[in-house]
């Protein structure tokens, strides 16, 4: 069955240290899409980044990059030097090819980024 | 500029008063969804239309329904609220080319819906 594991209920950093949010994925299938979204507290769901499972080149756009591994089935998420404005709950999702598009959530990450 | 948009943002609704939700989507995406997302959980899928065919989750309660007159409406209506049923509402919506390939969602700010 597939499922999606943000282990880290909570982070909290102080602005300009950089911080790491874990996402772990299981999955059957071997065509496979996984996402980041941010939430701030406005409550909008923001699009960050989609990946496919036949690319694992990892991907850096301004302060953000993401890690995938197939190999140990993960797709990290680093924001390089915080500022306040990341202080958001941040969910990793995956999708699988055959479930025609439903995006299965991780529990999210709430990250706290204090001045 | 909006894309996905959800009115109104805030709802208050009476327990067991019928109320309905809107979203609307200028992206001409083909496919559009419902979330129920509760404090501090992730965001639920309750349906989603796929052009016109309607599908909706095995969980979803029946006090749920939903309609899409056109590609840019969609409307989720509840019959009769609950106090279980205090969220957020989230609407999203993708092209997909065919049922297999997986596009992006996007998603609309949201109705938080209070039930009194």
């Known amino acids: 069955a597939q499922k999606v594991t943000q282990a880290q209920t909570e982070i909290s950093v102080v602005e300009k240290e950089d911080v790491t949010l874990d996402c772990v994925y299981e999955?059957?299938?071997?065509?496979?899409?996984l996402f980041w979204y941010k939430q701030p507290p406005s409550g909008e769901l923001v699009f960050l980044i989609r990946r496919n499972s036949f690319d694992e080149q990892n991907e850096i756009s301004g302060r953000y990059s993401w890690n995938f591994q197939k190999s140990t089935s993960s797709f990290n998420f680093t924001i390089t030097a915080s500022q306040v404005v990341d202080s958001a709950v941040y969910f990793c999702?995956?999708?699988?090819?055959?479930?025609?598009?439903?995006?299965?959530f991780g529990q999210g990450t709430e990250l706290s980024v204090k001045p | 500029d909006a894309m996905v948009i959800q009115n109104p943002r805030y709802q208050v609704t009476q327990f067991g008063k019928p109320v309905t939700l809107s979203c609307s989507q200028t992206?001409?995406?083909?496919?559009m969804y419902w979330y129920q997302q509760k404090s501090s959980q992730a965001p639920k899928l309750l349906f989603h239309?796929?052009?016109?065919?309607?599908?909706n989750e095995a969980d979803t309660p029946d006090n749920f329904q939903s309609r899409r007159p056109n590609t840019s409406f969609c409307f989720l209506d509840i019959r009769s609220p609950g106090l279980g049923d205090a969220a957020m509402y989230l609407c999203?919506?993708?092209?997909?080319?065919?049922?297999?390939?997986?596009?992006?969602?996007?998603f609309g700010p949201g109705t938080r819906l209070t039930v009194l």
């Open positions: 239309y796929y052009d016109k065919d309607f599908n």
């Open positions: 999702a995956l999708s699988e090819a055959r479930q025609g598009g439903k995006l299965i």
């Open positions: 999203a919506t993708s092209r997909d080319l065919d049922r297999v390939i997986t596009d992006t969602q996007y």
């Open positions: 992206l001409n995406h083909n496919v």
């Open positions: 999955t059957r299938d071997t065509t496979y899409y």
